[in-house]
């Protein structure tokens, strides 16, 4: 981020490249000093380390992307939706009326996409799961490949084109205050490809089916519904979901070739990790 600012002068405010720099080497030096292994604060000073990361690396992408990729293209992604589903069914998709208590449902279920891998991290830190770091890093990855793609492809989504109006019209109870601080607080507006949230959510789910399958049948159902909220409520084209699996694949493997591969409970002896790692 600190490279594609410094590499247009003039283009990204002072402020905001000084912090790329500033939180870079406060991040650094932490994670040195924290070290492997270590008691009470500590651990878990180190295992969420990355949790105000990533909010802070989402929030200011938007100054970055134009910077790096400024063709929208949210025309193509919505001709490929058109390929998929046939112009009725696209159609059908962005008219389909749904009642208020769906909606609220689904709008606070895709308001729990960031607390999934929170919730994650913090079940397995309290039993001391040898793996947390890799579950970490698999899940921190994936976030960071979801990021790469919106410099790639970025387009707003089908709520600011194609179903503006459909969005702005959504029934509900609390849900309509729930998006409306939603997008007050997304600062960053080019990033439906790919779903972040579906690449995040099965990542999350992945992991913990893996480490802690109590969680995974309690996170399941909320994970489709947030899933599902990213088409019914037009945050993303149904190409933004699909492509997210692949994806979502791809950025496991990457996680298990960097910091191992993550294996069943029942299986885990099998592949111990170090003994440095497993402090």
Avoid at 135 to 151: N, W
Avoid at 197 to 226: E, K, Q
Wanted: charged share 15%.
């Amino acid at each position: 981020m600190t490279a594609i600012a410094l590499g247009h002068p003039g283009r990204v405010p002072v402020m905001v490249w000084s912090s790329f720099v500033t939180v870079g080497a406060l991040f650094a030096v932490a994670a040195l000093a924290l070290g492997e292994g270590g008691q009470g604060w500590r651990y878990w000073a180190r295992e969420l380390l990355p949790v105000p990361l990533l909010p802070y690396i989402f929030l200011n992408l938007g100054h970055l992307i134009p910077l790096v990729n400024p063709h929208i293209r949210d025309a193509a992604l919505l001709a490929i939706d058109k390929v998929l589903l046939g112009p009725e069914a696209q159609a059908v998709l962005y008219t389909l009326p749904l009642p208020a208590w769906l909606v609220d449902v689904l709008t606070l279920a895709y308001s729990t996409f960031y607390f999934l891998g929170v919730a994650l991290l913090l079940t397995l830190g309290a039993r001391r799961d040898p793996f947390l770091p890799r579950v970490a890093s698999a899940v921190v990855i994936t976030f960071l490949v979801s990021y790469a793609g919106y410099f790639v492809v970025p387009a707003y989504g089908p709520r600011t084109t194609v179903a503006h109006q459909r969005y702005q019209s959504l029934p509900g109870v609390v849900g309509d205050e729930v998006r409306e601080k939603l997008d007050q607080w997304e600062k960053t507006k080019t990033d439906a490809f790919p779903s972040g949230h579906t690449m995040v959510t099965l990542a999350v789910l992945f992991c913990a089916r893996r480490r802690n399958r109590t969680l995974y049948n309690i996170l399941l159902p909320l994970g489709s519904l947030l899933i599902a909220a990213t088409v019914l409520l037009t945050y993303h084209y149904v190409i933004d979901v699909l492509a997210a699996v692949p994806l979502t694949a791809a950025s496991l493997a990457l996680s298990a070739w960097l910091a191992g591969p993550i294996p069943p409970v029942r299986r885990d002896l099998a592949h111990s990790p170090p003994p440095a790692a497993a402090a």
